[in-house]
């Protein structure tokens, strides 16, 4: 890979996205860019080469944490530097990859010079680098939440705190913020959108030529990137002055009342929780006036910044896709406009009478009746063709009589759709549902549903490192340490310790699971209007899936067969986008959605071993389709539950008169059985009900402590 960085001035269009990184540039305060985008867009190319525009920075020689020698860090922790010698380097680019550890970001405390030479021994983390320069979070969506959280709290305060074993450090952190993702992939949770100052959607282009140039200069690239940086070295550094020249007049920019007033009032008109949203616009506003070489903020610089400050902060729930009413967005600031001031009238010469002896334009007359070229006066002609007192417009008088228009088509009847095939129906409303854990402590990805030993959590107990030391255990460490201090020649205070001592912290937290639906879609479904309820029943697990980080499959099965209709992802909008255009009907292939099922999750277990599945089946139990269709469903049943699988199955039988064919099916799953009715949080109380034969098939679903018990539930307890 070469070393030289593509020029920012030879990309090809994405003006929002240049704008929004360079309004961060010029004033970090903003608080970053997220850029949405589909997969090729050269996301990861911009914001690689904004870092070669920043202009270098000065920092204090030997200073890990990139000290302004004009202003140092009283709080720095390689301390005062009061008279030392400096340098200039460039800004730098940090990029954190996906992986990455909480001690990573902050940086780490040597913990073994720490006890063995009581020394508080602190390296620096990614946040310390990036400090004056930029941060770089590639596919942000796919980080951790909790690390996500730390990052974005840095940005916002501008230091970085470690609190950990009795160290206490703290360090500036003031850099530019920049993530990209494909929603594709999943979305952010709306708490951590809101913490990013700015959002721009982004999407390659349709237009051939710019395609063709996009394809072209790459290729320049790629061959000879030292002679294509050449071609465009002029318009960089251009580029780079005057991102200098607006970082200089930024603190001269005037937010005036009337900026402010039409910043507030737009907030408030879009409904946008708290006040980040109306700061954050501010910020860009002056800004953007800085990078327009003005001083003054307008009502065109308070538009734009809301184009990119408001969009993301418009999502009301997990499926709603960012965006901005613009005919709104105009509306409230023409309401909220400054009014011009009044215009002294200029003096006005005495009129001279044209006409003495009284005309139609002298005194006596209302002005011209018949409009000419001659007639003169302040009249108008009147405009043939508008309503008047007299008929209509004279495009009426010629419209054809009734006899001459057009006969009336006659209205065709809606086509039958295909036998045994109705077409989709609207999700219901969705609602909480209750919470299904699989049984047991694993090790997958941190979340919000399952029991788990994460990074973060409370501990439970301490063990042998296994590998790095990340997470000291200070009382185990000293009970290993302390029956071998005679034996060791101890001869101080300080305790000798050897690296068999050293114990590890083991924290539970909560994991995130990959939830796979199989839903039935066949025409037993259909009846009686059952598929929207049970589509809303859907939907409001994958809502939940959304909310404790789950990724998300589903399978459908109707007519000859099952369809896999989403491959497993993390991405529940599109889950939510495909049960919206299901259609059902045709017969019940309930043992090949199983069978399927099962396929799916022995492909995903050799992708990721530590992620465990939980199986949600959305059926009422029938199978059709073979002569031993139940009796293949069963066999289906009992190998998932062979291998271990947690199912929970969503019983859609309704009627006066059940079979209980889902609760069979339940059983030979040995997974938990819920009605439509029983799913909701606030409707039932919990269920505990404990799977015959133990091992992860074991489920727990709970709900609302408050809520009544049901029958079964009471059965079950």
């Known amino acids: ?157 501008g230091r970085s705190y470690v609190e950990r074993e009795g160290v206490s450090v703290r360090h500036a952190a003031r850099f530019l913020l920049v993530g990209t993702m494909n929603p594709e992939e999943g979305e952010l949770r709306p708490q951590l959108l809101d913490r990013f100052g700015l959002t721009v959607e982004i999407a390659a282009t349709r237009e051939p030529v ?82 327009a070489g003005r001083t003054e903020v307008l009502a065109e610089d308070v538009r734009k910044a809301a184009q ?90 010629d419209a054809p009589a009734p006899d001459d ?31 299904f854990a699989v049984d047991g402590t694993g090790r997958g990805a941190q979340g919000r549903r399952s029991p788990a030993e994460t990074d973060s959590g409370h501990t439970i107990r301490a063990r042998r490192p296994r590998g790095r030391l990340a997470r000291l255990h200070l009382s185990a460490t000293l009970r290993a340490a302390a029956p071998h201090q005679l034996a060791r020649g101890r001869s101080s205070r300080s305790l000798v310790l050897h690296k068999d001592d050293f114990r590890e912290q083991v924290r539970q937290g909560r994991e995130s699971n990959l939830v796979l639906f199989v839903v039935d879609a066949s025409g037993s479904m259909a009846a009686r209007q059952r598929m929207t309820a049970v589509k809303g029943a859907v939907l409001s697990l994958l809502m939940d899936a959304y909310q404790r980080r789950d990724k998300i499959g589903m399978i459908t099965f109707r007519g000859a067969g099952a369809e896999l209709a989403l491959p497993p992802t993390s991405s529940v909008e599109v889950g939510a986008a495909r049960l919206e255009s299901l259609p059902t009907g045709g017969r019940t292939p309930l043992a090949a959605g199983l069978l399927r099922a099962h396929e799916v999750l022995r492909v995903e277990r050799l992708r990721d071993p530590d992620r465990r599945p939980l199986l949600v089946v959305v059926t009422d139990g029938r199978a059709t389709g073979a002569r031993d269709a139940v009796a293949q469903s069963h066999r289906a049943a009992g190998l998932l539950a062979g291998q271990g699988v947690a199912s929970v199955v969503l019983d859609c039988e309704s009627g006066p008169v059940r079979l209980g064919l889902a609760r069979t099916l339940a059983d030979r799953l040995r997974a938990t059985a819920v009605t439509l009715d029983e799913l909701r949080a606030d409707g039932v109380a919990s269920l505990v009900r404990d799977s015959r034969g133990g091992g992860r098939g074991e489920y727990r679903p709970t709900a609302s402590a408050s809520a009544p018990a049901s029958p079964a539930s009471r059965k079950a307890a």
């Open 405 to 435: 228009a057009p006969a009336p088509q006659p209205v065709p009847l809606q086509q039958p759709s295909p036998a045994r095939e109705t077409a989709p129906v609207a999700a219901g409303d969705p609602y909480r549902t209750r919470l």
């Open 210 to 291: 710019e395609r063709a140039e996009v394809v072209r200069r790459r290729l320049s690239y790629d061959a000879d990137p030292a002679a294509f940086a050449d071609r465009f070295a002029t318009d960089e550094r251009a580029l780079a002055d005057r991102i200098t020249a607006a970082r200089e007049l930024l603190p001269r920019v005037e937010l005036t009342d009337a900026a402010l007033r039409q910043i507030t009032a737009v907030c408030a008109a879009f409904e946008v929780d708290g006040l980040r949203a109306d700061i954050v616009m501010a910020r860009a506003a002056v800004a953007l006036a800085a990078w």
């Open 308 to 397: 990119l400050a408001l969009p993301h902060r418009r999502r009301r729930n997990p499926f709603d896709a960012p965006g901005l009413d613009e005919d709104q967005l105009d509306q409230v600031l023409e309401e909220h406009a400054e009014p011009e001031p009044e215009q002294p009238l200029p003096p006005q010469e005495p009129e001279e009478d044209p006409d003495p002896e009284g005309g139609p334009d002298g005194p006596e007359g209302d002005g011209p009746q018949d409009g000419g070229p001659d007639g003169g006066g302040g009249g108008a002609p009147e405009p043939s063709g508008q309503d008047g007192p007299d008929g209509p417009p004279a495009e009426a008088a």
């Open 1 to 157: 890979m070469s070393d030289v960085r593509y020029p920012f001035t030879a990309i090809v269009g994405m003006a929002d996205l240049r704008l929004g990184l360079l309004l961060n540039a010029v004033s970090p305060a903003v608080g970053g860019v997220l850029v949405r985008g589909e997969k090729g867009t050269a996301k990861s190319t911009m914001v690689r080469a904004l870092a070669g525009l920043l202009p270098s920075i000065a920092t204090v020689d030997g200073c890990r944490f990139a000290c302004d020698p004009a202003a140092p860090d009283p709080q720095c922790p390689d301390g005062a530097h009061g008279g030392a010698p400096a340098s200039e380097r460039p800004a730098e680019l940090v990029e954190l990859p996906v992986g990455v550890s909480e001690d990573r970001i902050v940086g780490s405390l040597d913990l073994e010079r720490a006890l063995s030479e009581g020394v508080k021994a602190y390296e620096p983390g990614l946040l310390a680098r990036a400090h004056r320069g930029v941060l770089y979070i590639d596919e942000v969506n796919l980080l951790q939440d909790h690390v996500v959280d730390l990052l974005l709290d840095a940005a916002a305060m």
